[in-house]
């Protein structure tokens, strides 16, 4: 299922023609794709504090290096997890070699280097995309846009652990708390969505 998926992924967003795809899909700088985001992420059915921390992430509040090193010249730019690299929410959570392993440690067996050109909205489109093709079901759907948003929260906070001279968690550790995470959240966030296409429903048929 995994490897499906990955094969999807890569042939629908990376494979072919991929400028074409880029202004086809995701048309990034252009207010109806921005506006559509935006109410993707609203209506992602994730844990609100998730979906909070993904909006901080995409609206580029997110306190990376980076940004910190805007205000504070002397402040080390360089990732607190890998060091090779001056660290951006793009670094971090498509370059990094630590988020890197954990993708392809996890059940998903997924590659980050076929997006490291991407910036983090392309990124947060694919993970928050109800219509993927990629996917068989919304429910799987709903499982991998859970599952990417708890990677990228375990991600930052074994980054602060860092930042606060803490031992972070092993990528063995990272990926079994994931798993653990999506499965308990995963059955209240299909709910939700059952929920909402219901309510839908019964909204067209009272029109």
């Known amino acids: ?28 700088g252009t207010v109806h794709f921005l506006n559509s985001f935006w109410k993707w992420l609203w209506k992602a059915k994730i844990h609100e504090r998730l979906k909070f921390f993904m909006w901080k992430i995409s609206v580029g509040i997110l306190p990376t290096c980076d ?3 805007r205000f504070l010249p002397l402040i080390n730019p ?4 890998c060091g090779g690299a001056p660290e951006s929410v793009e670094h ?3 370059s990094c070699p630590f988020s890197r392993s954990v993708w392809w440690g996890s059940k998903w067996a997924f590659r980050l280097d076929h997006f490291q050109n991407w910036n983090i909205i392309q990124w ?21 846009t859970t599952y990417a948003a708890v990677i990228m929260d375990l991600t930052w906070k074994n980054r602060n652990k860092v930042l606060h001279g803490e031992e972070i968690d092993s990528v063995e550790s990272i990926i079994a708390k994931t798993d653990s995470k ?18 839908h429903d019964l909204h067209i048929i009272k029109v």
Do not use: W
Request: include cysteine; hydrophobic fraction near 50%; glycine fraction near 4%.
């Open 182 to 199: 999506v499965r308990e959240m995963l059955p209240s966030q299909i709910s939700k969505f059952k929920d909402a296409n219901q309510r």
């Open 124 to 144: 947060m489109n694919l993970i928050l995309d109800r219509g993927n093709p990629a996917f068989d079901s919304i429910a799987q759907n709903l499982e991998f």
């Open 67 to 69: 940004k910190i090193g």
């Open 78 to 81: 360089f990732c607190m997890l």
């Open 92 to 94: 971090l959570f498509l």
């Open 1 to 28: 299922m995994a490897a499906k998926i990955l094969f999807h992924v890569s042939h629908e967003f990376i494979s072919g023609d991929t400028s074409a795809v880029s202004v086809k899909i995701y048309a990034v």
